[in-house]
């Protein structure tokens, strides 16, 4: 059984990788070089540039309009340089995004491989447990938590993360139960591996990278929730500025300065613009490598 087993080993088929095209593809490019330039000018440029800091504004610059010296997009009602608030803020929303969707591949990843391994009542418990959290409104059951755990950035990726859990779970479990009866996990199993092993050695490299390429498509919508969040007032404590919270707090004067809304706006709807096309350019690459 054991010569068998070491047999089927050698039928296992590598991952698949991406073709050597991608090198030469505008559509994959463009995108990732403008989320790599809002990624340095979110976390770069305020460190390299002389750029006002995002609060203790003087109130006599306020409601500058954008284009007036020394602030290129207008200040606030307090006199903050607006540009200098949409990079900070900026900051915020790539931390929960990426920390958020990090933190689910991870929890629910985990789970999905266990459950598609496992099978029986371990797949039945985790899957009815996750069905009963994807069954919530995803925005009001992040709201719920953010609220009870209380506005702060730590609390805010908790709280998208812990709605992100059933999806990467079901993604990997999925992916789990399409591998779980080829040759090369059969003979791992014959072999006497571990389902650790098993999981580790020959699920995790086949599932990873489509949680990987979906956990990108999602970045994007942990920003989008992340800036909901904060224009509902249940995001980051202020002073500290987030595009949400920009948002807000310029809606009231959107007739008199609309620079103050449509600023943070822009930013946030690029940013997601780059990583949905970065993100779904992967995936398509994923399941067409000669593409």
């Known amino acids: 059984m054991v010569t068998l087993a070491s047999e089927l080993v050698s039928t296992e088929e590598p ?25 340095a000018a979110c976390f770069l440029a305020p460190l390299v540039l002389h750029i006002d800091p995002p609060n203790g504004g003087l109130l006599t610059q306020a409601w500058l309009p954008p284009f007036s010296a020394g602030h290129l997009l207008g200040t606030d009602g307090l006199g903050n340089d607006v540009l200098s608030r949409c990079l900070y803020g900026g900051r915020v929303s790539f931390e929960v995004g990426f920390s958020s969707i990090g933190l689910g591949l991870i929890v629910g990843g985990t789970l999905g491989m266990v459950a598609g391994i496992k099978r029986g009542i371990v797949d039945v418990v985790i899957m009815r447990v996750l069905d009963i959290i994807l069954a919530f409104p995803s925005l009001v059951l992040a709201m719920a938590v953010a609220s009870y755990l209380g506005p702060n950035e730590r609390d805010v990726i908790f709280a998208i993360a812990f709605f992100t859990i059933p999806a990467f779970a079901r993604l990997a479990r999925a992916n789990t139960l399409r591998i779980r009866n080829q040759l ?18 020959h699920v995790v490299p086949h599932v990873l990278p489509r949680l990987l390429t979906f956990g990108l498509l999602t970045v994007g919508i942990a920003m989008i929730i992340e ?16 595009w949400g919270a920009m948002m807000a707090a310029g809606q009231p004067n959107l007739s008199n300065a ?7 706006a822009c930013f946030l709807f690029l940013t997601v613009v780059c990583i949905n096309l970065l993100g779904d350019e992967l995936r398509a690459r994923w399941e067409d490598p000669e593409r």
């Open 227 to 242: 800036a909901a969040l904060d224009f509902l007032g249940v995001g980051v404590r202020p002073p500290q500025p987030s």
């Open 258 to 264: 609309p620079w103050i809304l449509f600023a943070p």
């Open 15 to 39: 991952p698949r990788r991406l073709s050597r095209r991608w090198r030469y593809s505008l559509r994959l490019w463009i995108p990732l070089t403008g989320l790599v330039l809002m990624l």
């Open 184 to 201: 090369f996990v059969v003979a791992a199993r014959l072999s006497g591996q571990k389902d650790r092993r098993i999981i580790s050695g």
